[in-house]
Nanobody
Framework: QVQLVESGGDLVQAGGSLRLSCAASGRIFRINAMGWYRQAPGKQRELVASIASIRRGGSANYADSVKGRFTISRDNAKNTVYLQMDSLKPEDTAVYYC???????????????WGQGTQVTVSS
């Protein structure tokens, strides 16, 4: 089994910063892409940022709404992905979910795994 555990969500004032962490554990052979999604009340879940594995270039992609304010990074030795969120706005308020595409065994079949979500609330 694989588990993704997020941390770092909190209540913060507009203009503030937060850093989210997500650690993968369990039976893991290889982790491919990792990313962060968010879902605000009454809205669909949306991609915030993703980062490819080093084998595939390690490039990062961001939603237009967070470009220049959020930074995604990963520590492969710790199977962990981070999301540094600066200049937070009230519209960033949502539950943030970690996602990782993981191969548990060397046959390289990959599956998507999700964390339980962490609440980020930005007050105006």
């Amino acid at each position: 089994q694989v588990q993704l555990v997020e941390s770092g969500g909190d209540l913060v004032q507009a203009g503030g910063s937060l850093r989210l962490s997500c650690a993968a554990s369990g039976r893991i052979f290889r982790i491919n892409a990792m990313g962060w999604y968010r879902q605000a009340p009454g809205k669909q879940r949306e991609l915030v940022a993703s980062i490819a594995s080093i084998r595939r270039g390690g490039s990062a992609n961001y939603a237009d709404s967070v470009k220049g304010r959020f930074t995604i990074s990963r520590d492969n030795a710790k199977n962990t992905v981070y999301l540094q969120m600066d200049s937070l706005k009230p519209e960033d308020t949502a539950v943030y979910y970690c996602n990782a595409r993981i191969a548990q065994y060397s046959n390289l079949n990959e599956y998507d795994y999700w964390g339980q979500g962490t609440q980020v609330t930005v007050s105006s």
